[in-house]
């Protein structure tokens, strides 16, 4: 908002009085003199009689008292001789009377001639030329304040300049001539923003107030001036105490003006304009009220024919915006609409101010359209965005910023404003050029603004959502750090008390959400929801924005309850949904948004807890939302997805054939909708096959099936290529490649990670009869080679690629694409989808730690530091990292004998685990399950039909096997005698107890065991060495056996922890005498003990570095949430797996995990058995010995005794291959020693 432009140089207030006349004679007021009576008065007289008319004019503002006295001082000057020595006076006066014409009626070249003139004709050593140099350089400043030429400004400066240095210090006429060379200062900097401009102006204009005693009647005016560069100061560099002096001589300035005065208009204009200032720093509605009636006293007091009425109007309606967009009243802004349009109504087109109050109107629009919706407000807020000078084009698009000069201190305001309008056309209709013209704009917004400035908090935040908008357009996360880093520095440059750091801080908190779904640090989104909250916490109850911020607080807290499952966070995200919606008047246009994420978060709470209220409350918003939302509406689609979503969930539920009508009606309607290139696309026709499978399954009808299909293949084509650093692609997009459909066959070549789920989705519904048939698809080459290890970014953390395989349900997905293989007999494609889907976090983990023997020594050893620094030493910058690591692979690939490094396998690779002997692989979907048997390297996989085996069925058994195991209270590895020993509750039968675990291993070994060892028998298979791979995965064991045996002696490590808890309080049984027995077996200096109080996480770790076969008899704990933190309790402290997979283990072999829980997997890993075990065939071992649950005290020893007697038997060094046979060894003679089935069936041997 501008203040109004001081008057001090400019007309009659430089007469009279600045030059000594006196003006004693009464006012004739209102031109009650004729032009006759003074028509045959003398000279001298009639110049009398004018000043008379001068002075009524100054008391009075009457226009017709100006007209006389400008009349009279005409006629004068016309009758006086060139070479008269008034002529210089009665020039000046006649030239004051024109500029202040001007000033009323915008006469303007007439003023400066005639002052022109008179300084010309005033010698150099004249008492009276500083106060005519004063008069002339008033016209040109009123010149240039009306065209904008500098060169009016420099002459008006000299002329200033010229009568500053005429007029004595002790010269009464000393103020006034200060402060006009300090008005010009203060104009130069406004237009060139030179801060020694500034200074200077503020330095006259305070000398100018000091030299004006406090009763004299240019004491308000000076004041003014000087409020106008404390005004200037403060916004430049955001000091309060410059606002505060400037409110404080505004309002002495106001004191100061009579009622009746006709400056007090402009007074209290300034007055309102500083308390706006106010008002936006401090955010006191009281200050906005008064801002706003000291604007409505202006603009009541400025006739409608003042030159000065357009910039009052536009105060008053810049006030009206804030009253708005601080309380939501609609007729505020219609209101300020309406002012804005008189304003530039009322301004020439070629006037200088004319761009900026074009651009209020158009920001007055904008706010129209967000609120309304309408079209025509958002083309018009262009249009007048756009509007040039006559030689530019009228549908060019710098139009405003056209007017404005390059060097225009406003200029960088004005392409802000126009970046505003650009984005808003971009949101509507989705022109990339818009969006990229107003990332344009904005850059040199930012650009054109000095560090020091208080603008540039907002031209920095609004780069930072456009590169956010580009972002979410292009997902290029380069736009994504840029939009974060300027969101950072927005808050950071904005003051503690200013009004508009909360607005930057959620925009802060955006971005935060935003690099939380790409790369999925839950850093990100803590602090996200940190920022959110202050942001609430922040606004008042009565804020028109609450409910927009309260709807961003309810996103974070979706997203942390997506992400951890607490359901408080979902508690929390619904209560903030609710209150968004409640505050929210019915008719208002973002109503139907607010509603929706009422609706999303009641649907999330209904998948949860199952309770039909909340589905029905879901559906009832979700169908609010989509009435109150336009045809035309670009958020319509997304809704009536939702809608069809909560139909989907209903019929589901109750089974009305109503609602799964309604569902695939709304989701055909909202493809309807989305354009051909909307990146959303491909997930609507996702979302429309499923429909189309559900009327299938119900109906029956091949048509609904082959239309799920097809549409799931125009979501293949549609789906753009993902950043190989999203974490949620296929939460966004799932997936698009290259695949061939044709009438006769279906062929899918699959060259890169993110076509995967889709493609699976497709073969899945190929599973359907009708579909399945080899003619109507060929799968030879299906998924090959598909990058699953890239799919969950190595730049990101474990944690997060866990996290993302339990929300992409790869094992569910890659399950249905197996049988599809298997039912088509394409046994190789079947192990390879088994490979790559189900065995992903071991592939992840295990390439972060392989054998680099094979590659160069260059290669291998920065192939070494990338993986340390991505996964082990944390960096700063994992994308970075990842990307170098990324570069380096594709270049060892080229390398001849290294084309598979670290990448999937084909099964010319994986067959060649079965050298050892046959490899049995399961997998369980909901159609059947299947085994499917690797013979030797040389010949097909073979099928294994398990007929009787179902999903149901297995989740029987396990739910019988954790039920027998509770009864034997197994869980964990206690430390007390009783419960080590394993004693039965009272009311529980031995005999009970052993017939069901009779009874589950009988039926075991007649579904599952016996079919294999049929299919084995008939290839002539009857002993030797068998694997079975129920979540294992080839790779790893392909990795197990090509580890090259350690040349030098193996050394061993042995650990007993015989206490835990604090300071040892507990002690466990059975652990001396286990290490006992092993050191009685392998003798000194083969091998290194750590034993009771020895056995601490820092010793631990470094015999785990040394020592290639370890032994840890010890508790172990699994963490079910975040497998990586499954740990192994030591003495005083814990060493977690996480730490164990960051160590560089090149010794290591063999490790025997003799405590509870080492082999006990995380069951929503997607089949994976990813446990201590795991974890340290993982980190580097070859092979391991470990626990499903808690093994009894009197079984370690014993086990322990015979496996290490048989690896070290007859004095040879022990082989990680003979492991196995000396686990089976110990375990029969557990057996022979007839104890109960749950203490020897949990010992497993893993790897080789």
Same mark, same amino acid.
């Given at each position: 908002?501008?203040?109004?432009?001081?008057?001090?140089?400019?007309?009659?207030?430089?007469?009279?009085?600045?030059?000594?006349?006196?003006?004693?004679?009464?006012?004739?007021?209102?031109?009650?003199?004729?032009?006759?009576?003074?028509?045959?008065?003398?000279?001298?007289?009639?110049?009398?009689?004018?000043?008379?008319?001068?002075?009524?004019?100054?008391?009075?503002?009457?226009?017709?008292?100006?007209?006389?006295?400008?009349?009279?001082?005409?006629?004068?000057?016309?009758?006086?001789?060139?070479?008269?020595?008034?002529?210089?006076?009665?020039?000046?006066?006649?030239?004051?009377?024109?500029?202040?014409?001007?000033?009323?009626?915008?006469?303007?070249?007439?003023?400066?001639?005639?002052?022109?003139?008179?300084?010309?004709?005033?010698?150099?050593?004249?008492?009276?030329?500083?106060?005519?140099?004063?008069?002339?350089?008033?016209?040109?400043?009123?010149?240039?304040?009306?065209?904008?030429?500098?060169?009016?400004?420099?002459?008006?400066?000299?002329?200033?300049?010229?009568?500053?240095?005429?007029?004595?210090?002790?010269?009464?006429?000393?103020?006034?001539?200060?402060?006009?060379?300090?008005?010009?200062?203060?104009?130069?900097?406004?237009?060139?923003?030179?801060?020694?401009?500034?200074?200077?102006?503020?330095?006259?204009?305070?000398?100018?107030?000091?030299?004006?005693?406090?009763?004299?009647?240019?004491?308000?005016?000076?004041?003014?001036?000087?409020?106008?560069?404390?005004?200037?100061?403060?916004?430049?560099?955001?000091?309060?105490?410059?606002?505060?002096?400037?409110?404080?001589?505004?309002?002495?300035?106001?004191?100061?003006?009579?009622?009746?005065?006709?400056?007090?208009?402009?007074?209290?204009?300034?007055?309102?304009?500083?308390?706006?200032?106010?008002?936006?720093?401090?955010?006191?509605?009281?200050?906005?009220?008064?801002?706003?009636?000291?604007?409505?006293?202006?603009?009541?007091?400025?006739?409608?024919?003042?030159?000065?009425?357009?910039?009052?109007?536009?105060?008053?309606?810049?006030?009206?915006?804030?009253?708005?967009?601080?309380?939501?009243?609609?007729?505020?802004?219609?209101?300020?609409?309406?002012?804005?349009?008189?304003?530039?109504?009322?301004?020439?087109?070629?006037?200088?101010?004319?761009?900026?109050?074009?651009?209020?109107?158009?920001?007055?629009?904008?706010?129209?359209?967000?609120?309304?919706?309408?079209?025509?407000?958002?083309?018009?807020?262009?249009?007048?965005?756009?509007?040039?000078?006559?030689?530019?084009?009228?549908?060019?698009?710098?139009?405003?910023?056209?007017?404005?000069?390059?060097?225009?201190?406003?200029? *960088?305001?004005?392409?802000?404003?126009?970046?505003?309008?650009?984005?808003?056309?971009?949101?509507?209709?989705?022109?990339?050029?818009?969006?990229?013209?107003?990332?344009?704009?904005?850059?040199?917004? %930012?650009?054109?603004?000095?560090?020091?400035?208080?603008?540039?908090?907002?031209?920095?935040?609004?780069?930072?959502?456009?590169?956010?908008?580009?972002?979410?357009?292009?997902?290029?996360?380069?736009?994504?750090?840029?939009?974060?880093?300027?969101?950072?520095?927005?808050?950071?440059?904005?003051?503690?008390?200013?009004?508009?750091?909360?607005?930057?801080?959620?925009?802060?908190?955006?971005?935060?959400?935003?690099?939380?779904?790409?790369?999925?640090?839950?850093?990100?989104?803590?602090?996200?929801?940190?920022?959110?909250?202050?942001?609430?916490?922040?606004?008042?109850?009565?804020?028109?924005?609450?409910?927009?911020?309260?709807?961003?607080?309810?996103?974070?807290?979706?997203?942390?309850?997506?992400?951890?499952?607490?359901?408080?966070?979902?508690?929390?995200?619904?209560?903030?949904?609710?209150?968004?919606?409640?505050?929210?008047?019915?008719?208002?246009?973002?109503?139907?948004?607010?509603?929706?994420?009422?609706?999303?978060?009641?649907?999330?709470?209904?998948?949860?807890?199952?309770?039909?209220?909340?589905?029905?409350?879901?559906?009832?918003?979700?169908?609010?939302?989509?009435?109150?939302?336009?045809?035309?509406?670009?958020?319509?689609?997304?809704?009536?997805?939702?809608?069809?979503?909560?139909?989907?969930?209903?019929?589901?539920?109750?089974?009305?054939?109503?609602?799964?009508?309604?569902?695939?009606?709304?989701?055909?309607?909202?493809?309807?909708?989305?354009?051909?290139?909307?990146?959303?696309?491909?997930?609507?026709?996702?979302?429309?096959?499923?429909?189309?499978?559900?009327?299938?399954?119900?109906?029956?009808?091949?048509?609904?099936?082959?239309?799920?299909?097809?549409?799931?293949?125009?979501?293949?084509?549609?789906?753009?290529?993902?950043?190989?650093?999203?974490?949620?692609?296929?939460?966004?997009?799932?997936?698009?490649?290259?695949?061939?459909?044709?009438?006769?066959?279906?062929?899918?070549?699959?060259?890169?990670?993110?076509?995967?789920?889709?493609?699976?989705?497709?073969?899945?519904?190929?599973?359907?009869?009708?579909?399945?048939?080899?003619?109507?698809?060929?799968?030879?080459?299906?998924?090959?080679?598909?990058?699953?290890?890239?799919?969950?970014?190595?730049?990101?953390?474990?944690?997060?690629?866990?996290?993302?395989?339990?929300?992409?349900?790869?094992?569910?997905?890659?399950?249905?694409?197996?049988?599809?293989? %298997?039912?088509?007999?394409?046994?190789?494609?079947?192990?390879?989808?088994?490979?790559?889907?189900?065995?992903?976090?071991?592939?992840?983990?295990?390439?972060?730690?392989?054998?680099?023997?094979?590659?160069?020594?260059?290669?291998?050893?920065?192939?070494?530091?990338?993986?340390?620094?991505?996964?082990?030493?944390?960096?700063?910058?994992?994308?970075? %990292?990842?990307?170098?690591?990324?570069?380096?692979?594709?270049?060892?690939?080229?390398?001849?004998?290294?084309?598979?490094?670290?990448?999937?396998?084909?099964?010319?690779?994986?067959?060649?685990?079965?050298?050892?002997?046959?490899?049995?692989?399961?997998?369980?979907?909901?159609?059947?399950?299947?085994?499917?048997?690797?013979?030797?390297?040389?010949?097909?996989?073979?099928?294994?039909?398990?007929?009787?085996?179902?999903?149901?069925?297995?989740?029987?058994?396990?739910?019988?096997?954790?039920?027998?195991?509770?009864?034997?209270?197994?869980?964990?590895?206690?430390?007390? *005698?009783?419960?080590?020993?394993?004693?039965?509750?009272?009311?529980?039968?031995?005999?009970?107890?052993?017939?069901?675990?009779?009874?589950?291993?009988?039926?075991?070994?007649?579904?599952?065991?016996?079919?294999?060892?049929?299919?084995?028998?008939?290839?002539?298979?009857?002993?030797?060495?068998?694997?079975?791979?129920?979540?294992?995965?080839?790779?790893?064991?392909?990795?197990?056996?090509?580890?090259?045996?350690?040349?030098?002696?193996?050394?061993?490590?042995?650990?007993? %922890?015989?206490?835990?808890?604090?300071?040892?309080?507990?002690?466990?049984?059975?652990?001396?005498?286990?290490?006992?027995?092993?050191?009685?077996?392998?003798?000194?200096?083969?091998?290194?003990?750590?034993?009771?109080?020895?056995?601490?996480?820092?010793?631990?770790?470094?015999?785990?570095?040394?020592?290639?076969?370890?032994?840890?008899?010890?508790?172990?704990?699994?963490?079910?949430?975040?497998?990586?933190?499954?740990?192994?309790?030591?003495?005083?402290?814990?060493?977690?797996?996480?730490?164990?997979?960051?160590?560089?283990?090149?010794?290591?072999?063999?490790?025997?995990?003799?405590?509870?829980?080492?082999?006990?997997?995380?069951?929503?890993?997607?089949?994976?058995?990813?446990?201590?075990?795991?974890?340290?065939?993982?980190?580097?071992?070859?092979?391991?010995?470990?626990?499903?649950?808690?093994?009894?005290?009197?079984?370690?020893?014993?086990?322990?005794?015979?496996?290490?007697?048989?690896?070290?038997?007859?004095?040879?060094?022990?082989?990680?291959?003979?492991?196995?046979?000396?686990?089976?060894?110990?375990?029969?003679?557990?057996?022979?020693?007839?104890?109960?089935?749950?203490?020897?069936?949990?010992?497993?041997?893993?790897?080789?």
């Amino acid at each position: 908002m501008c203040t109004e432009a001081d008057t001090v140089t400019q007309g009659l207030q430089n007469t009279g009085n600045n030059e000594g006349d006196t003006l004693d004679d009464p006012s004739p007021g209102n031109g009650l003199l004729s032009r006759e009576f003074v028509a045959d008065l003398e000279l001298t007289t009639k110049m009398e009689i004018g000043k008379i008319f001068v002075q009524a004019y100054r008391n009075g503002g009457d226009l017709n008292d100006l007209e006389v006295a400008t009349l009279i001082f005409k006629e004068v000057v016309e009758l006086t001789p060139v070479d008269h020595p008034n002529r210089p006076e009665w020039l000046q006066y006649l030239a004051a009377c024109l500029t202040s014409r001007y000033r009323r009626l915008g006469d303007m070249e007439a003023a400066l001639q005639t002052d022109q003139e008179a300084v010309n004709l005033t010698p150099a050593d004249d008492p009276h030329r500083a106060g005519r140099l004063e008069n002339l350089a008033g016209s040109f400043t009123a010149r240039y304040r009306r065209f904008g030429d500098l060169k009016d400004l420099d002459a008006a400066l000299q002329s200033h300049g010229e009568a500053v240095d005429l007029t004595p210090v002790n010269h009464p006429n000393r103020a006034s001539q200060l402060q006009g060379f300090a008005s010009s200062l203060a104009d130069r900097y406004q237009r060139l923003g030179d801060l020694k401009d500034l200074e200077a102006a503020l330095k006259g204009h305070q000398e100018s107030v000091d030299l004006t005693p406090a009763d004299h009647p240019d004491r308000a005016r000076r004041l003014q001036s000087l409020t106008r560069s404390l005004t200037d100061r403060y916004r430049r560099f955001g000091a309060l105490k410059d606002l505060e002096a400037a409110l404080q001589w505004d309002q002495e300035a106001v004191d100061l003006t009579p009622e009746d005065h006709p400056e007090r208009g402009g007074r209290l204009h300034n007055l309102a304009v500083s308390l706006t200032d106010q008002y936006q720093r401090l955010g006191d509605p009281k200050v906005l009220e008064a801002a706003l009636q000291r604007h409505q006293e202006a603009v009541h007091l400025t006739p409608e024919d003042h030159p000065n009425r357009a910039i009052r109007l536009q105060g008053r309606a810049e006030s009206l915006t804030d009253q708005y967009r601080r309380l939501g009243d609609l007729e505020d802004l219609e209101a300020a609409a309406q002012k804005f349009e008189e304003v530039v109504g009322l301004t020439p087109v070629d006037h200088p101010d004319r761009p900026g109050r074009v651009q209020s109107l158009a920001m007055c629009l904008t706010d129209r359209y967000h609120r309304l919706g309408n079209l025509e407000d958002l083309e018009a807020a262009l249009q007048g965005d756009q509007e040039a000078v006559y030689l530019t084009p009228a549908d060019h698009p710098d139009r405003v910023v056209d007017l404005t000069p390059g060097d225009h201190p406003n200029r *960088a305001k004005r392409l802000q404003n126009l970046a505003v309008s650009f984005k808003d056309r971009y949101q509507t209709l989705g022109d990339l050029k818009d969006l990229e013209a107003a990332l344009q704009r904005n850059q040199e917004a %930012v650009d054109l603004t000095p560090v020091d400035h208080p603008d540039l908090a907002g031209q920095v935040q609004d780069l930072a959502v456009s590169f956010s908008d580009r972002y979410k357009r292009l997902g290029n996360v380069k736009d994504l750090k840029a939009a974060l880093q300027r969101h950072q520095k927005a808050v950071h440059l904005t003051p503690v008390d200013h009004p508009d750091r909360v607005k930057r801080l959620q925009m802060l908190a955006v971005s935060l959400t935003d690099q939380y779904q790409r790369l999925g640090d839950l850093k990100d989104l803590e602090s996200a929801l940190q920022t959110e909250q202050e942001v609430v916490d922040l606004t008042p109850q009565d804020h028109p924005d609450r409910s927009r911020r309260l709807k961003g607080l309810a996103v974070s807290f979706t997203h942390r309850y997506r992400k951890l499952g607490d359901l408080k966070d979902l508690d929390a995200a619904l209560q903030a949904h609710q209150e968004a919606v409640d505050l929210t008047p019915t008719d208002h246009p973002t109503r139907a948004e607010y509603l929706q994420g009422l609706a999303s978060s009641l649907a999330d709470r209904y998948q949860r807890l199952g309770d039909l209220k909340d589905l029905e409350a879901a559906l009832q918003g979700h169908q609010e939302a989509v009435d109150l939302t336009p045809e035309n509406h670009p958020d319509r689609a997304e809704r009536l997805q939702s809608l069809s979503a909560s139909f989907s969930d209903r019929y589901r539920r109750l089974g009305d054939l109503k609602d799964l009508e309604h569902a695939l009606q709304r989701d055909q309607e909202a493809l309807h909708l989305t354009p051909v290139d909307h990146p959303g696309r491909a997930t609507r026709l996702q979302n429309l096959a499923a429909s189309f499978k559900d009327w299938y399954q119900i109906l029956g009808d091949l048509k609904d099936l082959e239309a799920a299909l097809q549409r799931n293949k125009e979501a293949v084509a549609l789906t753009p290529r993902s950043p190989p650093d999203h974490p949620n692609w296929a939460d966004r997009s799932i997936l698009k490649n290259q695949e061939i459909f044709n009438s006769s066959t279906l062929t899918i070549v699959i060259p890169s990670k993110p076509r995967y789920f889709l493609i699976l989705n497709c073969l899945g519904v190929l599973l359907y009869d009708g579909l399945h048939s080899p003619k109507n698809f060929s799968l030879h080459t299906v998924l090959l080679p598909i990058q699953l290890p890239d799919l969950l970014w190595l730049g990101h953390t474990i944690h997060v690629r866990q996290d993302a395989i339990r929300r992409l349900d790869i094992g569910k997905t890659g399950s249905a694409a197996t049988r599809a293989c %298997v039912k088509v007999a394409d046994l190789i494609s079947a192990v390879q989808l088994l490979e790559q889907g189900l065995a992903t976090t071991f592939q992840q983990i295990l390439q972060l730690k392989s054998d680099l023997d094979i590659l160069p020594p260059e290669q291998a050893e920065l192939l070494k530091r990338l993986s340390y620094e991505l996964y082990g030493g944390k960096p700063d910058s994992p994308s970075k %990292v990842a990307r170098e690591r990324q570069e380096l692979l594709q270049a060892i690939h080229k390398q001849p004998g290294l084309e598979h490094f670290l990448l999937p396998r084909p099964y010319t690779v994986l067959c060649h685990a079965s050298q050892g002997g046959p490899v049995v692989i399961l997998n369980s979907h909901e159609d059947a399950c299947d085994g499917i048997i690797i013979l030797n390297p040389t010949t097909e996989p073979v099928h294994v039909a398990l007929p009787n085996v179902t999903l149901d069925v297995l989740q029987s058994q396990h739910t019988a096997l954790k039920e027998l195991l509770s009864r034997c209270d197994v869980r964990s590895r206690r430390e007390s *005698a009783s419960t080590r020993l394993f004693g039965y509750p009272e009311g529980f039968a031995l005999g009970t107890i052993e017939g069901n675990f009779t009874d589950l291993l009988t039926w075991l070994w007649n579904n599952v065991v016996e079919p294999v060892y049929q299919v084995l028998a008939s290839h002539e298979i009857h002993n030797g060495r068998l694997w079975w791979l129920p979540s294992a995965t080839l790779g790893s064991l392909l990795e197990a056996q090509a580890k090259k045996a350690s040349k030098t002696q193996h050394r061993v490590g042995v650990v007993g %922890v015989t206490h835990t808890g604090l300071h040892g309080a507990n002690h466990l049984k059975g652990v001396k005498e286990e290490v006992e027995k092993i050191c009685s077996i392998v003798k000194d200096p083969n091998r290194e003990c750590l034993v009771g109080e020895e056995a601490t996480p820092t010793a631990v770790t470094d015999l785990l570095q040394h020592c290639s076969w370890v032994h840890l008899a010890c508790h172990g704990v699994q963490d079910l949430i975040e497998p990586t933190k499954s740990r192994l309790i030591l003495y005083d402290g814990v060493l977690e797996l996480e730490t164990i997979l960051r160590m560089p283990l090149s010794n290591a072999e063999f490790v025997f995990l003799a405590a509870c829980q080492t082999a006990m997997g995380d069951a929503e890993l997607v089949n994976e058995s990813f446990h201590l075990g795991g974890g340290f065939i993982a980190a580097g071992f070859c092979g391991a010995i470990g626990t499903l649950w808690s093994m009894n005290d009197q079984d370690g020893p014993v086990v322990a005794e015979h496996v290490y007697s048989h690896l070290f038997r007859d004095g040879r060094q022990p082989h990680a291959s003979d492991a196995a046979e000396a686990l089976q060894l110990a375990v029969n003679k557990l057996k022979a020693q007839k104890v109960p089935y749950q203490r020897w069936i949990p010992f497993i041997h893993m790897g080789i």
